[in-house]
């Protein structure tokens, strides 16, 4: 874990992959201060001790060189987020079931996501399943102010099995013993419970209602969520008339952040190709409405979870306020 950290700091590591990083050794600090207790049970202490292991041995793929950059960068995110249930999985409070659950999830992403049998499609499963897995798992402890309460437990127990199920499916695909046909037979089953999990990441969101956040808040959070799941060129290309002329001559590597600046411009941080760290207030309207072609509602729920919720609030304010359309978010 030390030589992940240590690697990440080389400059041509984006700030995205290297807070991923830091995010993911926070949350495995969890795990191993757990297995120094005292209190922790035998069992539970060899799984975690266990779980370290294999999560720390699928971060190196985060710096290997050899390693794409844009898989490089799927790989991180999904380890921060999965490796963000060991919270509710040490807590002692954490109903037996539902804690063998997010442990075999965690366990079972973190030796897929380096699998030699990834496709763009398994990929899109692995990055839906840890979004969901963090959201079913944040506490009121854990959660961000600028996120929703802990989702109801009946909400989170179903969403958890659902993902649970899907694992299985996964770990399949994932089993170099498997077949082709036992392969293709796997994939199409998880494409099919990939949906089932959207509309169940869907009816959690819609039972905690719409987020009473200003539009600026609503906006950053939305927006931070797209920029966290958006790897690759796809998102630079998309907003390079927004952005100011000084990057242009550049251009963007990536899009890292945003803070409300008011309830008509985020403050939009990014990396340049230089690797140069610059920002630029941004106007929100336009931002999200290109945002929303790159992420239609669709598929929202499955890319960003819960936070799904503070794009459609930004939608309908732009909607209610300015008369702007936001993409298919509102329909």
């Known amino acids: ?13 984006s700030l995205r992959d290297r807070q991923g990083v830091i995010e993911s050794a926070d949350h495995l600090t969890i795990a191993l201060t757990a297995t120094g207790d005292d209190g922790t049970p035998p069992r539970l202490r060899k799984q975690l001790t266990a779980l370290v292991k294999q999560v720390s041995s699928a971060l190196k793929a985060g710096y290997d060189a050899q390693v794409p950059p844009e898989t490089r960068s799927s790989v991180l995110l999904v380890m921060k987020r999965t490796t963000s249930a060991l919270d509710m999985i040490c807590d002692s409070r954490t109903p037996a079931e539902l804690r063998e659950q997010l442990l075999a999830i965690t366990e079972g992403l ?17 990055e839906q399943m840890s979004v969901a897995q963090a959201d079913a798992s944040t506490t009121p402890r854990t959660s961000p102010a600028s996120t929703a309460a802990a989702m109801p437990p009946k909400h989170r127990y ?13 770990r399949v695909f994932s089993d170099p013993e498997s077949s ?28 905690r209602g719409r987020p009473e956040d200003p539009l600026g808040k609503a906006a950053e959070t939305c927006t931070n969520a797209i920029f966290e799941s958006s790897a690759g060129d796809e998102l630079p290309q998309e907003l390079k008339d927004l952005v100011p002329g000084s990057w242009r001559p550049e251009g963007v590597k990536d899009f890292w952040k945003s803070k409300e600046k008011s309830d008509i411009a985020l403050d939009v941080l990014a990396e340049l190709r230089n690797n140069e760290n610059v920002r630029a207030p941004i106007k929100i ?16 729920w499955s890319t ?14 732009l909607d209610e306020d300015y008369g702007v359309a936001v993409g298919t978010w509102l329909e």
């Open 1 to 13: 874990m030390t030589t992940t950290l240590e690697a990440v700091q080389d400059p041509e590591t």
């Open 110 to 126: 973190s030796s897929a996501v380096t699998g030699d049998h990834q496709t763009a499609s398994l990929r899109g499963f692995e």
């Open 158 to 170: 179903a969403l958890v099995q659902a993902v649970h199920e899907q694992n299985e499916k996964l």
């Open 180 to 207: 082709s046909k036992d392969r293709t037979e796997a994939e199409k089953d998880m494409r099919d419970r990939s949906a089932r999990i959207s509309d169940q990441q869907e009816a959690a969101g819609s039972a």
């Open 285 to 300: 309207a336009p931002l999200v409405t290109e945002l929303a072609k790159v992420v239609p509602k669709d598929d929202l």
């Open 304 to 317: 960003i979870g819960q936070r799904a919720s503070y794009c459609q609030s930004t939608a309908a304010y």
